[in-house]
């Protein structure tokens, strides 16, 4: 399959920021449990406004990178694949739609009072590991996330370069359970951290197929 010039560059370009903004995040959430942003340290604390911001800011922009780049595998899947591609990009809206509403939030109404010492009256807006109301809407909003990957790899061409980049998004896709059932089961976030490691991956590999399909090499 020949693709057009926008879809190598749209599929490049939000591949390559799906990976940047993954990566900013991973960061920040290791200097915040390492207690460096003002917290208390590790994954049961909240955040100060700071590690807010450093935490939230980049998964805030990851959502639409994400579906950006899901838009470009559906475009780019074979015919007789689509409806893989087609689903998972409805799982990156549902999930970009629900984190966008909680990043939001935090970063232009929460984080502004906890700064300011004024959370009285918003205690349900409050971001606390497994404790809030909003957590369990981003828990639930990255299960999808991890549902778009496993999906949409079906949806890949059959190419030696597509192959690692499903043998990823699979493996992103197989941490669902540990994220779905984190607020019933908190010891769950070790093996969900996986996502750190398989989602940047994922994001790499389809990166580098985008880039070869530029360079010339037609998927089948």
Same mark, same amino acid.
């Given at each position: ?24 995040? #991973? ?73 966008? *509403? ?66 990823? *998004? #699979? ?25 750190? #490691? ?7 590999? #389809? ?14």
């Amino acid at each position: 399959m020949i693709l057009s010039l926008a879809t190598r560059r749209t599929g490049i370009w939000s591949a390559a920021a799906s990976l940047a903004f993954s990566l900013a995040y #991973i960061i920040a959430q290791l200097f915040e449990w390492a207690g460096m942003l003002g917290s208390g340290g590790g994954p049961n604390a909240s955040s100060t406004a700071l590690g807010i911001f450093l935490l939230l800011a980049p998964s805030l922009l990851l959502g639409p990178a994400f579906v950006v780049l899901c838009a470009a595998l559906h475009v780019s899947a074979p015919a007789d694949r689509k409806v893989f591609t087609l689903a998972g990009l409805a799982f990156a809206i549902m999930y970009a739609t629900l984190t966008g *509403m909680v990043y939001f939030v935090q970063l232009t109404f929460v984080a502004p009072r906890i700064a300011s010492g004024e959370t009285a009256g918003i205690e349900l807006l409050l971001f606390v590991p497994y404790e809030s109301f909003l957590f369990a809407i981003d828990l639930l909003g990255y299960s999808l996330m991890s549902a778009a990957t496993l999906i949409a790899a079906f949806g890949l061409p059959l190419s030696s370069r597509a192959k690692f980049a499903r043998f990823a *998004m #699979i493996a992103n896709g197989a941490i669902l359970p540990f994220l779905a059932l984190q607020m019933a089961f908190p010891v769950l976030i070790w093996p969900a951290a996986a996502w750190a #490691i398989t989602f940047p991956l994922a994001m790499a590999a #389809i990166l580098n197929m985008f880039r070869a399909t530029a360079q010339g090499e037609q998927e089948p």
